[in-house]
């Protein structure tokens, strides 16, 4: 039973497993999310960063500014508005908190933190103008809160966002001022007007702008990086790492998290018999077909030579070894002589192994495909332990639907 449910909640983390790639105008709309999760898994690690290092800057920057604003302002005003800056300093204080915690914090719940706190400051300094009658046309102080939200939107920039993730941000913002732009009364005739609530949405246009444009980049750079050159699957190194961060996220969750090690029988006598251009396109054949067998939220990585990884987020023990079945009834590619290849196959799942971490995970796999070599080859071991096999030359092929599962 493919685990729908859970590999909703493993959204943040898992989905990372898939491999990087490029999907159309829908990536750059929508978010990395719909482009893959190599993707995901740095621009996660980047917002995080980047939250953090504003949060900080902010929070004192807002609260030192208070002793401007009784300067400027009077006692009376510069006070009250300081009570906001404290409270909105605090949070993001907290902000940068959560982004140090331990585990990985989820980046649109820190920007989502980091883009609220200004918004309830902005909206009780203005009120604080209004019913103190400051005249913001003859203060340059009060004029600054004007501006709160043009700074506001702008930061969008400073991240890698999806175009509806950035106008999820802007939009409060540009509502704000359409708001205070709607008080009657003179402080802020001839300052705030609709005219500069539009403002405010072409500086969001703007930034949404550049920051879907760091997404492209970034996009670009880790396909190029974090896929196997031959193969187009995701290379070892990054691999490793979503492992590691995968099966953290599982055990801390309490959800099953599988891994499959494919070894190819006999892949030397291609390259022996035929050549290394043969042998390369026969990796090529396998990767293509295991990525294609895969969902999307899952992983087929290169491991090396003639091994392959296919990490399964939210996949129990019992759910690895459909995938097997599926692949196995499928084939994985034809030799050069037009014969099946076929493979000696391990899984192993965290939960049904007790397994602690994602390299005892792999290790454990690669051990029953050792086993499975050893029983003659074609074979795959699970956690029962009893060698099946994985290709029967004599089978049909079975159909595979899109999403990696088999088609009724």
């Not at 019913?131 to 046309?137: A, E, K, P, R, V």
């Not at 392959?308 to 499928?330: D, E, K």
């Not at 792999?362 to 070599?373: E, G, I, P, Q, S």
Request: hydrophobic fraction near 55%; include cysteine; aromatic fraction near 8%.
């Amino acid at each position: 039973m493919v685990m729908t449910s859970m590999a909703q909640r493993f959204a943040d983390a898992a989905r990372r497993l898939q491999a990087a790639r490029t999907d159309g105008w829908a990536g750059w709309l929508v978010g990395p999310d719909a482009i893959g999760a190599a993707v995901v898994f740095e621009r996660d690690a980047i917002a995080v960063r980047r939250t953090r290092l504003a949060a900080v800057i902010f929070a004192v920057l807002i609260v030192a500014w208070t002793a401007v604003d009784v300067l400027a302002l009077g006692p009376t005003a510069g006070g009250l508005i300081g009570v906001g800056r404290v409270m909105a300093g605090a949070g993001f204080a907290l902000v940068a908190v959560y982004c140090s915690a331990a585990g990985r914090p989820k980046a649109r719940v820190a920007l989502a933190l980091l883009f609220a706190v200004p918004l309830p400051f902005y909206t009780y300094a203005m009120f604080v103008l209004y019913l103190t009658d400051i005249d913001l046309s003859t203060s340059a102080i009060a004029t600054t809160y004007v501006e709160l939200p043009f700074i506001a939107v702008a930061c969008i920039a400073l991240f890698p966002l999806g175009a509806i993730e950035g106008a999820l941000l802007a939009l409060p913002y540009v509502l704000a001022a359409v708001a205070v732009a709607s008080l009657p009364g003179a402080p802020f005739a001839g300052v705030l007007d609709f005219g500069v609530a539009w403002l405010v949405a072409v500086v969001a246009l703007i930034a949404i702008v550049a920051s879907v444009s760091q997404l492209r980049f970034m996009t670009a750079v880790i396909d190029q990086s974090s896929r196997d050159a031959l193969t187009g699957t995701l290379s070892r190194r990054v691999g490793e790492e979503i492992l590691r961060v995968g099966v953290g996220v599982a055990r801390r969750q309490g959800t099953p998290f599988a891994a499959v090690f494919v070894d190819l029988d006999h892949f030397k006598s291609v390259n022996d018999s035929f050549g290394h251009l043969a042998g390369d396109a026969l990796l090529r054949g396998v990767g293509a077909t295991l990525a294609d067998v895969v969902r999307r939220q899952d992983a087929v990585i290169r491991w090396g030579g003639e091994e392959f990884v296919i990490l399964l987020p939210g996949t129990t023990a019992a759910g690895a070894a459909r995938l097997v079945t599926r692949i196995g009834a499928r084939g994985l590619a034809l030799r050069p002589d037009g014969q099946p290849q076929t493979a000696s196959v391990g899984y192993a799942e965290i939960s049904a192994d007790g397994i602690v971490d994602g390299a005892a995970l792999v290790a454990l796999a690669d051990a029953r495909m050792y086993r499975a070599k050893q029983a003659g080859r074609n074979r795959v071991v699970g956690p029962e332990g009893a060698p099946a096999i994985f290709h029967d030359p004599g089978q049909s092929p079975g159909r595979i639907a899109p999403s990696g599962l088999a088609a009724a």
